[in-house]
């Protein structure tokens, strides 16, 4: 059992009823939520010292927070996520946020690239924090590959797909390469590309060149192997990554410690050093998941909160993500669905394209 349901099924009414309304009153206001404020919102007559009291050990759990002299208290990260957990009251997409998600999808004319930017940055608008996009790799089956020339230390390894989609790669080539060795490495790997997409072929590449050593000569072998290796971090380029509405993130900032580490995390981001770790966010299964604050390393000097769910494309087959970093105060009732909402018309979007 996870330690914020544990500590929840050790709170009797009263104090789980104090703990949800200390939350949620932080979510909305930002300030930290005092006991003469609770009395008046609380179910059953109490007073403010009882109040007090339940703070109090709701602090001791190390639940709640009392950030200044004062006897307001806002949620620890533990308490935000037992709240995430347990507690939180997720509503559905309001129509106009609905309108709004809804019309960047009009244009039918758009390349997926182009209508993807304009989600991130409709998504960035409505929940008034940064969005984050990562858009699908390019999967279709493969009709040509070709290795060109350009210099005795330059090749160009040349990729065509069958939706016409055509990639180009320079590389450096093994030493002692020559014009037959080079149309030896492509008709092999044309021979066993037919039909599969990229990542099949990287898949079974080594098992095949074992299987059929005597097909190729060892020129063309390394050929093969270094012209598919410029292919290998073709999931962090840098376009596959599309963020949008930073400042958001800085206009709420009041400190200017809080300004920098926002800064250093959107220059991670730039520098795609975490991408890999992103993407771990969503492999790990559908839906919608929140990561607050050090619960994940890439947003834990920001102090930021993450909601994300990845996109799939037709074959149930995840091929990327969207999501929403905000303070830890964020609105999650609100940006849980409008996430899922987003993430799902996405994936569609992309099935119907043919892109996935």
Same mark, same amino acid.
């Given at each position: 059992?996870?330690?914020?349901?544990?500590?929840?099924?050790?709170?009797?009414?009263?104090?789980?009823?104090?703990?949800?309304?200390?939350?949620?009153?932080?979510?909305?206001?930002?300030?930290?939520?005092?006991?003469?404020?609770?009395?008046?919102?609380?179910?059953?007559? =109490?007073?403010?010292?009882?109040?007090?009291?339940?703070?109090?050990?709701?602090?001791?759990?190390? $639940?709640?927070?009392?950030?200044?002299?004062?006897?307001?208290?806002?949620?620890?990260? $533990?308490?935000?996520?037992?709240?995430?957990?347990?507690?939180?009251?997720?509503?559905?997409?309001?129509?106009?946020?609905?309108?709004?998600?809804?019309?960047?999808?009009? !244009?039918?004319?758009?390349?997926?690239?182009?209508?993807?930017?304009?989600?991130?940055?409709?998504?960035?608008?409505?929940?008034?924090?940064?969005?984050? =996009?990562?858009?699908?790799?390019?999967?279709?089956? #493969?009709?040509?590959?070709?290795?060109?020339?350009?210099?005795?230390?330059?090749?160009?390894?040349?990729?065509?797909?069958?939706?016409?989609?055509?990639?180009?790669?320079?590389?450096?080539?093994?030493?002692?390469?020559?014009?037959?060795?080079?149309?030896? !490495?492509?008709?092999?790997?044309?021979?066993?590309?037919?039909?599969?997409?990229?990542?099949?072929?990287?898949?079974?590449?080594?098992?095949?060149?074992?299987?059929?050593?005597? %097909?190729?000569?060892?020129?063309?072998?390394?050929?093969?192997?270094?012209?598919?290796?410029?292919?290998?971090?073709?999931?962090?380029?840098? %376009?596959? $990554?599309?963020?949008?509405?930073?400042?958001?993130?800085?206009?709420?900032?009041?400190? #200017?410690? %809080?300004?920098?580490?926002?800064?250093?995390?959107?220059?991670?981001?730039?520098?795609?050093?975490?991408?890999?770790?992103?993407?771990?966010?969503?492999?790990?299964?559908?839906?919608?998941?929140?990561?607050?604050?050090?619960?994940?390393?890439?947003?834990? $000097?920001?102090?930021?909160?993450?909601?994300?769910?990845?996109?799939?494309?037709?074959?149930?087959?995840?091929?990327?993500? #969207?999501? =929403?970093?905000?303070?830890?105060?964020?609105?999650?009732?609100?940006?849980?669905?409008?996430?899922?909402?987003?993430?799902?018309?996405?994936?569609?979007?992309?099935?119907?394209?043919?892109?996935?």
């Amino acid at each position: 059992m996870p330690q914020g349901s544990k500590l929840l099924a050790d709170l009797n009414d009263r104090s789980k009823e104090v703990f949800r309304r200390v939350v949620e009153g932080y979510l909305t206001s930002g300030d930290p939520v005092g006991s003469r404020t609770l009395t008046r919102s609380m179910t059953e007559k =109490v007073s403010a010292a009882t109040i007090r009291n339940v703070m109090q050990d709701l602090e001791f759990m190390g $639940l709640l927070d009392s950030p200044h002299v004062s006897a307001g208290r806002i949620p620890t990260q $533990l308490g935000l996520r037992m709240f995430v957990d347990s507690l939180l009251e997720v509503g559905s997409v309001s129509t106009e946020d609905r309108e709004r998600i809804d019309s960047t999808f009009g !244009a039918t004319d758009q390349d997926v690239s182009s209508l993807l930017d304009q989600v991130g940055a409709a998504l960035s608008g409505i929940t008034r924090g940064a969005s984050l =996009v990562l858009a699908p790799k390019h999967e279709a089956p #493969i009709r040509h590959i070709e290795f060109v020339s350009l210099a005795p230390d330059r090749a160009l390894v040349v990729l065509v797909t069958a939706d016409g989609h055509v990639e180009n790669r320079v590389f450096t080539p093994p030493p002692g390469q020559t014009p037959s060795s080079m149309r030896e !490495a492509a008709n092999f790997l044309n021979a066993l590309a037919e039909g599969k997409t990229l990542s099949d072929l990287r898949r079974s590449i080594s098992h095949e060149i074992t299987r059929r050593r005597q %097909e190729i000569d060892s020129l063309a072998h390394s050929l093969v192997e270094s012209g598919l290796a410029v292919w290998e971090n073709a999931g962090e380029r840098s %376009e596959r $990554l599309i963020v949008r509405g930073r400042s958001n993130l800085l206009d709420s900032a009041t400190e #200017i410690g %809080e300004i920098d580490r926002i800064r250093s995390l959107f220059d991670d981001l730039e520098r795609k050093r975490d991408i890999a770790e992103f993407l771990e966010l969503t492999e790990t299964g559908d839906g919608v998941r929140i990561f607050i604050g050090s619960e994940n390393k890439l947003f834990s $000097l920001s102090g930021s909160s993450l909601v994300v769910s990845p996109y799939m494309n037709a074959d149930r087959k995840i091929i990327g993500a #969207i999501g =929403v970093i905000g303070p830890t105060r964020l609105n999650y009732g609100r940006i849980v669905p409008i996430v899922d909402y987003t993430a799902q018309l996405v994936g569609r979007m992309v099935s119907e394209r043919g892109k996935g």
